[in-house]
């Protein structure tokens, strides 16, 4: 039961995570991967390229396909509408440490 709710919550902490550094440069899933784990996140490939593809459908995040070495990479970066959902989280995201930090 714990571990349900902690995933849900962490979930959302992943899609701030990809729309924060999909913002800087552009982003690709096994990059990601590696990046959320530094930060403690233990998902698999068949979780985040659903959400990957999620956050594009739902107009977060746009995709370039890129030639990588014979193979075809995606690339994923934010859309104006994922930069103003990201200002908007981290409102929130801050409002909510300041109120729970201590």
Do not use: C, Q
Request: charged share 30%.
């Amino acid at each position: 039961m714990e571990d349900k709710v902690l995933r849900k919550l962490f979930l959302g902490f992943i899609h701030i995570h990809i729309l924060h550094h999909a913002k800087e440069l552009p982003i690709f899933g096994v990059w990601m991967l590696e990046e959320l784990r530094e930060h403690g996140y233990s998902i698999s490939s068949g979780t985040l390229y659903p959400i990957l593809h999620s956050m594009e459908s739902d107009g977060l995040l746009i995709r370039e396909d890129k030639n990588v070495d014979g193979k075809i990479r995606k690339y994923y970066t934010t859309t104006e509408k994922g930069d103003l959902v990201l200002i908007e989280a981290r409102k929130k995201a801050y409002e909510l440490f300041k109120e729970i930090k201590n």
